[in-house]
């Protein structure tokens, strides 16, 4: 999360909802800080090709205006998708990623985390949201553009990119979403990591409700924080060009 960890059982989780709901505003952020880079990127890019990318990636451009059009749409989601995790990278948030995973790695191996056994585990973790991405993006940002120029490479694509998920999860998270947590974020996972023990072993055989044990593991509030953040940055873009209009603002 924003300045901390959140780690859940199927009943149980240590982050608040305010934290939870922080943390997927702040990804949005991250996001349009990775889409201002691309932009900037993709301009450089095209002055120096000789092609409209910027209109391709504001989604103006048509196949028309284009030759190649689908290489290029290719090209443009993988550096989207590039200019997120290095900004994930170089954000707070991958040091709190790290601490989480470390922490786990501690608990599943010792049964209690300490600082010293912690501190030495992996920062990648197998069962790791980032691996399920893993598998599901080179579908949506390789094979969705491939698919119009070949469909059995495209369908190749989608195969290798699920079959591989374990292996390209794991380097993602060793090299983008993880870096070495500081003794801040290691103390937040470890905080976090001892307040969910702490709790299960009051109830261990605790059963909830699916959709009271679903918002303790905190999807709902991270998944509000995710639409706030796409409603907000939408209306940032909608409003953009009325603000970057100087000729307003000239005396006549």
């Not at 550096?79 to 470390?102: C, I, N």
């Not at 044990?213 to 953040?229: E, H, L």
Request: with cysteine; charged share 10%; net charge positive.
């Amino acid at each position: 999360m924003v300045g901390g960890v959140h780690l859940s059982t199927r009943t149980l989780g240590t982050g608040s909802s305010p934290r939870l709901f922080a943390t997927g505003f702040a990804l949005m952020c991250l996001g349009a800080i990775a889409s201002v880079l691309t932009y900037l990127i993709a301009w450089i890019i095209g002055q120096i090709a000789g092609v409209p990318l910027v209109g391709l990636y504001l989604q103006v451009a048509t196949p028309g205006e284009i030759s190649n059009y689908a290489m290029w749409e290719l090209a443009l989601n993988l550096l989207t998708f590039l200019s997120f995790l290095v900004v994930v990278r170089l954000s707070p948030l991958s040091g709190y990623h790290a601490a989480e995973h470390k922490v786990v790695h501690a608990i599943e191996r010792y049964g209690y985390p300490t600082w010293e056994t912690a501190k030495h585990m992996p920062r990648a973790h197998r069962r790791c949201g980032t691996t399920l991405l893993a598998g599901i993006l080179p579908a949506l940002i390789i094979a969705v553009p491939l698919a119009s120029v070949s469909v059995p490479l495209a369908v190749l694509v989608v195969l290798l990119g699920w079959t591989t998920r374990y292996q390209v999860g794991g380097f993602i998270q060793q090299v983008f979403t993880t870096k070495e947590p500081n003794d801040r974020q290691l103390r937040a996972g470890l905080e976090a990591g001892w307040l969910l023990l702490e709790r299960w072993r009051r109830n261990p055989y605790l059963r909830l409700p699916p959709l009271q044990s679903f918002w303790n593991r905190g999807f709902i509030q991270m998944f509000a924080g995710v639409i706030a953040g796409m409603y907000f940055f939408g209306w940032i873009y909608q409003h953009l060009h009325i603000w970057l209009d100087w000729s307003q603002y000239l005396p006549y």
